[in-house]
C-alpha cells in the first residue's frame, strides 16, 4: 500500500500515546533534563608543585570538566592517572613567543622574499604551536604576527592541539607615525582583536639597542592601550628606552639586556614587570646561525652584537634577581628552531643564572598569569582553576632539567600527552 502504513500489534493505541504527549509537553516546560556530569580526573603524582611556592606530597589533584575540583591529601577513591616518580604542576606560561617563526623547505629563516604559500605558512605555525604544548606550556603570549589571530581562534575551538594563545598582532614602531597615528593604531589593533599591544621602543640588540621612539610616542601607545583596556609589552634594550616606556606607564618591559641597576629599581618602584630573555633566544640563534645568516640583520656583525650581549644579558639577570620587588616572568623569545624547548630558558636562568629553581617555576606559572592579567583562570594548582597540568620526571627543585622530561600534559581537563614513567625521556 502506497500512502500510509498497516497497523500491527506493536503499535500502541492512539488513546496511549495522549498520555505520553501530555508528559513530554510538561517535561518541557519544566525546563531542560539534567546532563550527566563527565566522571571526575583523578591524577596523583609523587610531588605537587601548586606554582606559588608550595610542595604537596602524594597528594591527588581532582579535575572536573575543565576545571581543578580539589586538591586532596588524603584521597581513598580510583585513580584515572597514577604518576609514581613524577612531579605535578601547572601547565607552563611563556609571556613571549613567535609561534608564525619558521625554517622554510629550504632550511632557511622564513621571510617576505620567500614564495611560500599563506596555507604553507600556516601550517608551519601550527605545527610549532603542537610542539610547544607538547613541550609543557599550555598558555602563550605571541609578539608581533597578524597571522597569530587566526591560530588563537583555531585553538580556542579545540581544532587544532596548541597552547592558549594570547596575540598582539601586528607590532607598533617608529614608522607607525606621529603620536595621534600611534594612538589610532592602537585603537585599530583592539579592533582587529588584539589582546596586548608589542611596541618597539629601542633597536634590536644586533643593532645596539638604542632607542627608536621618543616619550612623547611611548606615552601615546601605553595611555591608549590604557583607555582600551589593553597591557602593553615594550621591546626595550638600552636604558633610556626603559626607562620611557616606565615612564609611560608601561605594562612590561621585554628583552633589557643592557639595563642598569637604577632602570631595574625604577621599574621595581612602578610595578613595570620585567621579561628577560638570556638564553634559549641565543643558544637557538648560534645552533642555527646558517639558516639566518644573510636575511635582515642577520649579518656577521649582527651575529657578533649576539655573541658580546650573552655575558651582559646574564649579569643584567642576576643583578634583576637581588632588586627587591621586582616581578620577572617566564618568557623566552621562542622564533623559528626553539620551538618546543621553552623550558631551555628556565635551565639556563637556574644553572648559569643562579635562579632558585622554586622561584623560576612560580615566574612560569603564577607570577606570569598575573603579568596576563589570568591569574583568576589559570597559574596554580588549586580549586576553581583551569584544569592546566604537567608532569615531569624526576624532581624539578632538585634537578631543573627533569622540565625537560614532561611526560603528561592537561589543558583544560582534556589531556594532550601521556606517555609511561618507564618510557624513554622526551629529546
Keep these: ?76 577513591g580510583p585513580l584515572t592517572y597514577d ?28 621571510s617576505a622574499e620567500s614564495d611560500e604559500t599563506p596555507a604553507q605558512s600556516m601550517l608551519y605555525a601550527v605545527e610549532n604551536a603542537y610542539r610547544t604544548l607538547m613541550g609543557g606550556v599550555t598558555t602563550a603570549q605571541g609578539l608581533g604576527a597578524p597571522m597569530e589571530r587566526d591560530l588563537r581562534d583555531a585553538i580556542a575551538r579545540g581544532v587544532i592541539p596548541g597552547p592558549r594563545l594570547l596575540t598582539s598582532l601586528e607590532a607598533i614602531t617608529d614608522r607607525t607615525g606621529s603620536a595621534e597615528e600611534i594612538r589610532a593604531a592602537v585603537r585599530q589593533r583592539k579592533a582587529d582583536g ?43 634594550h638600552s636604558p633610556e628606552s626603559a626607562r620611557r616606556a616606565v615612564t609611560a606607564g608601561c605594562t612590561t618591559i621585554e628583552h633589557g639586556a643592557l639595563l642598569d641597576d637604577a632602570t631595574l629599581r625604577l621599574m621595581a618602584a612602578r610595578g613595570t614587570v620585567y621579561d628577560p630573555h638570556i638564553g634559549l633566544i ?85 607570577v606570569a598569569a598575573r603579568a596576563l592579567g589570568l591569574h583568576d583562570r589559570i597559574g596554580a594548582i588549586a580549586p576553581g582553576l583551569g584544569a592546566d597540568l604537567i608532569a615531569v620526571q624526576g624532581d624539578p627543585l632538585t634537578d631543573i632539567t627533569a622540565l625537560r622530561r614532561v611526560v603528561f600534559v592537561m589543558k583544560g581537563g582534556t589531556v594532550y600527552r601521556h606517555v609511561a614513567p618507564s618510557a624513554p625521556a622526551r629529546p
Excluded at 612531579?87 to 629550504?106: E, Q
Design 194 to 236: 588584539a589582546d596586548v599591544i608589542k611596541i618597539f621602543a629601542s633597536a634590536s640588540i644586533r643593532d645596539g639597542g638604542t632607542p627608536t621612539l621618543t616619550q612623547e610616542q611611548l606615552d601615546a601607545a601605553c595611555g591608549e592601550a590604557r583607555v582600551q583596556g589593553l597591557r602593553t609589552a615594550v621591546h626595550a
Design 83 to 110: 604518576l609514581p616518580g613524577l612531579t605535578l604542576l601547572p601547565g607552563l606560561i611563556d609571556t613571549h613567543v613567535h609561534l608564525t617563526w619558521h625554517f622554510d623547505a629550504n632550511g632557511r629563516i622564513h
Design 1 to 76: 500500500m502506497s500512502g500510509g502504513r498497516r497497523r500491527t500489534r506493536r503499535d500502541p493505541p492512539a488513546t496511549f500515546l495522549r498520555p505520553a504527549a501530555l508528559a513530554l509537553a510538561a517535561a518541557c516546560l519544566a525546563g531542560p533534563p539534567a546532563v550527566a556530569q563527565d566522571p571526575p580526573i583523578t591524577i596523583r603524582p609523587s610531588r605537587v608543585l601548586d606554582g606559588r611556592g608550595a610542595v604537596l606530597q602524594h597528594a591527588t589533584v581532582v579535575v572536573q570538566g575543565s576545571t581543578i575540583a580539589a586538591v586532596e591529601t588524603s584521597h581513598r
Design 282 to 366: 641565543f643558544q637557538n640563534y648560534f645552533e642555527n646561525r646558517d639558516r639566518f645568516l644573510g636575511v635582515g640583520n642577520y649579518t656577521d656583525e649582527g651575529f657578533a652584537q649576539m655573541a658580546r650581549a650573552v655575558p651582559v644579558a646574564l649579569e643584567v639577570f642576576q643583578r634583576a634577581l637581588r632588586v627587591p620587588g621586582l616581578v620577572i616572568v617566564f618568557g623566552t623569545d621562542a622564533v623559528a628552531g626553539a620551538h618546543g624547548r621553552n623550558v631551555e630558558e628556565l635551565v639556563y636562568r637556574v644553572q648559569q643564572g643562579g635562579q632558585d629553581p622554586m622561584q623560576a617555576i612560580v615566574s612560569a606559572s603564577s
